[in-house]
């Protein structure tokens, strides 16, 4: 299976329930599954289908926009709106500079399922990440898939 990359923009406050209708459409689309399975979360925090270990996904949300990563191995993804970073982490970068890193660090947490508090401890990025270039205007997105894939975007109007 190629790495599935689900994207949408909707109004702020919407976008857990946003990106869970995309990983429902995305099931649907590319696997033919009509109904979500059953949800729970790994010992780190990681959403995962006990009874489909086959189908390994992650979502992220963030102002409004929702992502949604699909494959067939552990995947962490994250999205960022593109705003000034607080200037005690961004430590001079740019604001683009700032969250490229930091979608990175955290779609490599979430891939791992070491749980967003490993954010406080020093951690390279996984040179496996990928920014996903105009996927959603005004916002980064980074994947970490486990292995090099190819990547196919889709990026959805209302659902």
Same mark, same amino acid.
């Given at each position: 299976?190629d790495?599935?990359?689900?994207?949408a923009?909707?109004?702020?406050?919407t976008e857990?329930?946003l990106?869970?209708?995309?990983l429902?459409?995305?099931?649907?689309?590319?696997l033919?599954l009509?109904?979500?399975?059953?949800m729970?979360?790994?010992?780190?925090?990681k959403?995962c289908?006990?009874?489909r270990?086959?189908?390994?996904?992650n979502?992220?949300?963030?102002?409004?926009?929702?992502v949604c990563a /699909?494959h067939? #191995?552990?995947?962490?993804i994250?999205v960022?709106? +593109?705003?000034t970073?607080?200037k005690? *982490?961004a430590? %001079?970068m740019t604001?683009?500079a700032?969250?490229?890193?930091?979608?990175?660090?955290e779609?490599t947490?979430?891939r791992?399922?070491?749980g /967003?508090?490993? #954010?406080?401890?020093?951690?390279e990025p996984d040179p +496996?990440?990928?920014?996903?270039?105009? *996927?959603?205007e %005004?916002?980064v997105?980074?994947?970490?898939?486990?292995?090099?894939a190819e990547?196919r975007q889709?990026t959805?109007?209302t659902?």
């Amino acid at each position: 299976m190629d790495l599935i990359i689900y994207a949408a923009l909707g109004p702020e406050g919407t976008e857990r329930r946003l990106a869970r209708r995309l990983l429902a459409l995305a099931l649907e689309r590319e696997l033919g599954l009509p109904v979500l399975p059953e949800m729970a979360l790994e010992a780190g925090g990681k959403p995962c289908f006990p009874d489909r270990p086959d189908i390994c996904f992650n979502l992220s949300h963030s102002h409004g926009a929702a992502v949604c990563a /699909l494959h067939h #191995l552990p995947v962490g993804i994250d999205v960022e709106r +593109l705003r000034t970073p607080p200037k005690r *982490l961004a430590g %001079g970068m740019t604001d683009e500079a700032f969250f490229r890193l930091w979608t990175a660090k955290e779609a490599t947490i979430k891939r791992k399922g070491l749980g /967003l508090w490993a #954010l406080l401890r020093p951690l390279e990025p996984d040179p +496996l990440c990928q920014c996903l270039e105009g *996927l959603l205007e %005004g916002w980064v997105v980074t994947v970490c898939p486990s292995e090099a894939a190819e990547i196919r975007q889709v990026t959805v109007g209302t659902i």
